[in-house]
């Protein structure tokens, strides 16, 4: 049952969108003002998922209104756990202790982070049912390092009609060596550790900040825990009574963040960006210096002033601390009006450049050759209609309508509600001529 007031529709008024839904924007010239970024996409769904673990009643805050948190709820309603969303920015979500551990194919084909019940589940129930998580429109995306790390976990696991189903008595404690430090594995075997019979240490272990805001969470909640923040973590196994429920702040979000550093980028804008924790995005921020970007530390984020055109640099995306893949869209964005020639390499997904046409599109001069694009600036794109294919690609797509003469429509606009909070009125109070049709 569904406490009063759980009607996803009602309360995210991104739900609504239909895939017909465009935003068009218009040069508008130089954007200034102040944005608040809310909390990480990335982060909340994680914790989210992780109050599968024990009974009760969470309370999580600077939570972002954005589509895949609705449909998390959905995917938790389906397993045991209700979520209300009292005011905006904060969720309660109450696990009652009535667990199913099924992850139907309906609610995991929406969302990639679905993934992350299953440690969760596992390790609370010793069994869970989930449809399989499909790819993304940048590429194949395996779960071998879930599943090999939780079967050294004593995991047992079947697949079969494009489910997994898994099985164990209580986990035991294991030493896993990732060969890449995949976040959504170092999430799933976190979780899953909680409970473990004894210690399990995670080596290669991805270190991105939603991370850390997991462990934190976790700890707060009574797992036992240590090397946060590092490339090692240990969990030591707790009993089941130990943990409680918490109230938990998410941490910012670093691609919202860049994503309104680039729009001032472009535009030649300046912002107040709050709300945010530079020294999360250190190495992109050195970058956005390199750029031409005048940053200074305010009160709560960052003040951002743009050249009157940016330079090129050479960048490559790698793990944290290095340069997000989720950036790239919008650094091949600034550098396609950027003063010069600038070469990205991705080192995450090979098949992650698709919206690359898009640019093309608006005029940029983009070519790409297998894990490469070379980037040549042009004193300005200009508008055109351009589809959005991912979240990260949409929100780049609107970027550049920033940066083009006249007008770009972008479809697709689905896939922004996604990940981002109300990018159009953000971009629409800062100055940008930007509506949602
Ligand atoms: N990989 C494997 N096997 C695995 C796991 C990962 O080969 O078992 C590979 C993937 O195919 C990929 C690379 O490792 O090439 C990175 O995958 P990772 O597990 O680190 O990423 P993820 O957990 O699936 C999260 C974010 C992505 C972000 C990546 C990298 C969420 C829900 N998603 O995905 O965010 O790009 O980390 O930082 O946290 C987005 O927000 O738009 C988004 C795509």
Redesign the pocket.
């Known amino acids: 049952m569904r406490p009063p007031g759980f009607t996803p529709g009602a309360y995210w008024g991104a739900m609504n969108a239909t895939p017909t839904d465009t935003i068009v924007v218009r040069n508008s010239g130089a954007l200034g003002g102040t944005v608040d970024v809310p909390g990480a ?2 982060s909340v ?1 994680k914790l989210m998922a992780t109050t599968i673990l024990t009974d009760g009643t969470f309370e999580l805050t600077n939570v972002p209104d954005i589509v895949d948190v609705a449909i998390m709820g959905e995917l938790l309603a389906a397993i045991g756990v209700e979520m209300i969303r009292p005011e905006p920015g904060t969720l309660l979500l109450t696990n009652s202790g009535d667990i199913t551990p099924v992850a139907p194919y309906e609610l995991v084909e929406k969302i ?2 679905s993934i992350n019940v299953l440690g969760p589940l596992l390790t609370r129930c010793g069994e869970v049912r989930l449809s399989m998580p499909g790819g ?1 429109d940048f590429g ?7 599943v090999s790390g939780l079967e050294d976990m004593g995991a047992q696991f079947k697949f079969s009609h494009g489910y997994l189903e898994a099985r164990c008595e209580r986990l035991h404690g294991a030493d896993i060596i990732f060969d ?1 430090p ?4 170092t999430e799933n075997l976190l979780t899953a550790a909680v409970f473990a019979d004894g210690r399990t240490t995670i080596d290669n272990a ?1 270190r ?1 900040p939603e991370i850390t805001d997991l462990c934190n969470f976790l700890v707060a909640m009574g797992a036992d825990i240590s090397g946060i923040g590092t490339s090692k973590l240990t969990v030591v196994g707790v009993e089941r009574d130990a943990l409680r429920p918490v109230r938990h702040h998410t941490v910012p979000d670093r ?1 919202q963040a860049a994503t309104y550093l680039a729009a001032a980028a472009v535009s030649q804008g300046e912002l107040d960006v709050r709300g945010i924790r530079p020294t999360d995005m250190t190495m992109l921020l050195d970058r956005f210096t390199d750029m031409g970007l005048e940053l200074t530390d305010i009160d709560d984020g960052l003040h951002v002033r743009a050249p009157e055109r940016l330079r090129s640099i050479d960048i490559a995306t790698l793990p944290y601390p290095g340069i ?3 950036y790239k869209p919008l650094i091949i964005t600034m550098l396609a009006v950027a003063d010069g020639v600038g070469i990205v390499t991705e080192n ?2 090979p098949g992650r450049f698709r919206y690359v046409e898009e640019l093309q599109r608006l005029g940029a001069d983009v070519t790409t050759t297998g894990h490469h694009a070379v980037v040549r600036g042009v004193p300005r794109l200009s508008g055109a209609p351009v589809k959005a294919h ?3 690609a949409g929100a780049a797509m609107v970027v550049a309508g920033l940066a083009a003469e006249g007008e770009t429509t972008i479809s697709g606009v689905h896939h922004i509600d996604r ?1 981002y909070d109300d990018l159009v009125g953000r971009l629409r109070a800062v100055g940008a001529g930007i509506e949602r049709c």
Do not use: C, Q, W
């Open positions: 996409k990335n769904l990639r982070a993304d194949s995306r395996p779960i071998d390092m879930h890449f995949s976040v959504g594995a991805a991105e691609i997000a893949t989720d995450l997904y991912d979240i990260r990940g």
